[in-house]
């Protein structure tokens, strides 16, 4: 398993500025991954976060909008720039992992609680 | 990525056992069927994986139908601690978990 802790929990920042977020897990991980929960919506996935290599964004997020940076194996950050109230969501950074002692030969992948961003 | 169709909500009676069907229609033959569950306010939590066979672990089973087309994920005795959203969630082992619309499951006391 992989624990993962984000800061900050949650914010309230004003429209125009931006927020760094940021992710660090207990072991070292290759694939890290970010997401978005709108109020009421499921989770959408913003960008996978490789270490040594470039984000892949998915279709409809920009790295201007949404910088990422992955430093080493254990930690990440995401930016939400130029913030609006329509970014007002919960960020999530997600971890897939090598299975575990059990035998289990399917990567899984693990969430972290997510950072609750209110933009005013 | 397959796309999957989950009932927008579900009651259980607290105690009963609760099934959650998914359509997976289009699911590639390397794909594996993941259920996740989102507790309010929490992150998504891993409950169980399976190709072909049914799998069962310590939180749940999984029934996967012959042709692969469809699962149920069965939570045999249901506790109010099982309110959540449930994703059914097909994934390849290079792939990426994207998120559906999943069951909002109440259990009922």
Known sequence: SAVISQKPS????????????????????TMMFWYR?????????????????EATYESGFVIDKFPISRPNLTFSTLTVSNMSPEDSSIYLCSVEVPPGGSGGFHNEQFFGPGTRLTVL | DAKTTQPPSMDCAEGRAANLPCNHSTISGNEYVYWY?????????????????????EMASLIITEDRKSSTLILPHATLRDTAVYY????GSMGKIIFGK????????
Request: proline fraction near 6%; charged fraction near 15%.
């Open chain 2, 37 to 57: 569950r989102q507790i309010h306010s929490q992150g998504p939590q891993y409950i169980i994986h399976g190709l072909k066979n049914n799998e069962t672990n």
């Open chain 2, 102 to 109: 999943g069951t909002r499951l109440h259990i009922l006391p």
């Open chain 2, 88 to 91: 059914c969630i097909p994934k």
């Open chain 1, 37 to 53: 929960q709108q109020p009421g919506q499921s989770l959408t996935l913003i960008a996978t976060a490789n270490q040594g290599s």
């Open chain 1, 10 to 29: 949650r914010d309230i920042c004003q429209r125009g500025t931006s927020l760094t977020i940021q992710c660090q897990v207990d072991s070292q991980v």
